[in-house]
Structure formats: C-alpha cells, structure tokens
C-alpha cells in the first residue's frame, strides 16, 4: 500500500515539474517570513526559487493558503513579495516541512531583478 501511495505521489510530483510555468533554480539563502496578520518573523533557509514562488525548509508546518509577507536576499538585494502557501509536506525520517510558495504580489523592479537571477542559473 505505501509503495502505491508514493508511485502516485512521485507521479503528481513530476507531472507537476513539468507544466512549471517558471524555471527553478537552487536557492540556498536565508529567507524571512511573517504570516501576514501576526507580529513575528520566522527565519528558514531557502532550497529554489522561480519568479513565480519559492520553497524552502522549515521546523514548522504553515497551512495551505497561509499568507506571508517575505524578506528574500537575492544576491545582497532584499526583495519583498507577498506569497501564499500553496503546498506544505513533511521531510521523510523528519519533524521538519518543505513548504512552496507562490508569488501573488511583487514589485516590478524587484521582479525583474529576481527574473535576471534565475535566468542567470538557469541549466
């Protein structure tokens, strides 16, 4: 039963790679995010970035459609979108999440300094 439930989930996982709107690239940087309505900041570090969302690693789990006010450092540059959850699963052998989020606002600016970054990595 569990090696059908992870052939389905690796099949969602790559059908999903593949219709990616926007290239991703590693992104092993320090990400800061505030749920929006809540004064704290939580720091997590980044695993890739598009110019459409992020994922990164956390020791807390995030709800889907949780938004979040993010300080991303690209390259020296802080840039600041507003993202939502859009998925949210736990590391295997781990306490810890893999969270993905997707870019709902962003300043222009900094959207084409993020779009120069990734394709400058890009493959």
Known sequence: MAAKLKKAAMAIFTKSRENRTFPRVDFRSQIRYQIRGKPDFDNVLGND???GGLKFTSDKFIPVSTLLMLEINVLNRLIRPLGKVAWSMP?????????????LEFDRLER???NDFVNMHVK
């Open 49 to 51: 970035i598009s110019c």
């Open 112 to 114: 084409s300094y993020l």
């Open 91 to 103: 590391v295997a052998h781990s306490s810890r999440q893999q969270t993905g989020v997707e870019f």
